[in-house]
């Protein structure tokens, strides 16, 4: 029965390694499908709400240095920035817009992909 049971297990263990590999592959394609590049995707494509799209839009959104929430209001002259910054959060959970780290008052961007893509 031993000689039965070894194969047994080295077969399972086998195709553990295998799915192991595999699922290894997999991740490194996904993160490697990640673009990067600046403008690889366009704002268009990226199924934005009427507010959200007027929001990338704004000139400071598509640089470095970014825009502060109040100064984006100000350019779409509304009166509502809590709006402006709820459009700000779902974009960021998107992965279009970021928030600036350890920068104060709060600056957002479009992330890398979607500079310039407007």
């Known amino acids: 029965?031993?000689?039965?049971?070894?194969?047994?297990?080295r077969?399972?263990?086998?195709?553990?390694?295998?799915?192991?590999?595999?699922?290894?592959?997999?991740?490194q394609e996904l993160e490697a499908g990640q673009p990067s590049e600046v403008g690889a995707l366009s704002v268009d494509d990226a199924n934005l709400g009427s507010l959200q799209r007027q929001v990338?839009?704004?000139?400071?959104?598509?640089?470095?240095?970014?825009?502060t929430p109040r100064q984006i209001t100000q350019h779409l002259d509304r009166s509502d920035e809590p709006n402006i910054r709820t459009a700000l959060a779902a974009m960021q959970k998107r992965g279009v817009a970021e928030?600036?780290?350890a920068v104060?008052?709060?600056?957002?961007r479009l992330t890398l992909p979607y500079r310039d893509s407007r």
């Open 104 to 108: 104060s008052p709060q600056r957002w």
């Open 11 to 27: 077969a399972r263990k086998n195709r553990a390694n295998a799915t192991s590999a595999a699922a290894l592959d997999l991740a």
């Open 56 to 67: 990338a839009g704004v000139p400071g959104m598509g640089n470095e240095v970014g825009i």
């Open 1 to 9: 029965m031993q000689g039965t049971h070894r194969p047994t297990l």
């Open 99 to 101: 928030l600036i780290p």
